[in-house]
């Protein structure tokens, strides 16, 4: 069991950042690999980014590649979500998730943190 709590998130202009951090308790963190989806009001939870168990591979939606970076710190047993140059459209609901494979897809992991709201005013 792992559970996943997410903070950072909050209200800022757009071209601005903001950095996600997700912490996790219980068993075997590093053992996971780590995804952020995000649900924006009326729309489906998507797919933001994910990153393999030892931090050496990522991917990213296409609508936030260079933009946002996903790190992990097994030690502190965290995962990190850096998002810069914000946009209005990056409005939403910021999950993260743990599970067996780096998937793109929600039904690819199996715990879930409750969110943190990031508001990105235009």
């Known amino acids: 069991q792992v559970q996943l709590v997410e903070s950072g998130g909050g209200l800022v202009q757009a071209g601005g950042s903001l950095r996600l951090s997700c912490a996790a308790s219980?068993?075997?963190?590093?053992?996971?690999?780590m995804g952020w989806f995000r649900q924006a009001p009326g729309k489906e939870r998507e797919f933001v980014a994910a990153?393999?168990?030892?931090?050496?591979?990522?991917t990213f939606a296409d609508s936030v590649k260079g933009r946002f970076t996903i790190s992990r710190d097994n030690a502190k047993n965290t995962v990190y979500l850096q998002m810069n140059t914000l946009k209005p459209e990056d409005t939403a609901v910021y999950y993260c998730?743990?599970?067996?494979?780096?998937?793109?897809?929600?039904?690819?992991?199996?715990?879930w943190g409750q969110g943190t709201q990031v508001i990105v005013s235009s």
């Open positions: 990153i393999h168990w030892r931090g050496s591979s990522t």
């Open positions: 219980g068993r075997s963190f590093a053992t996971y690999a």
């Open positions: 998730a743990a599970g067996p494979f780096r998937a793109t897809t929600s039904n690819g992991y199996d715990y």
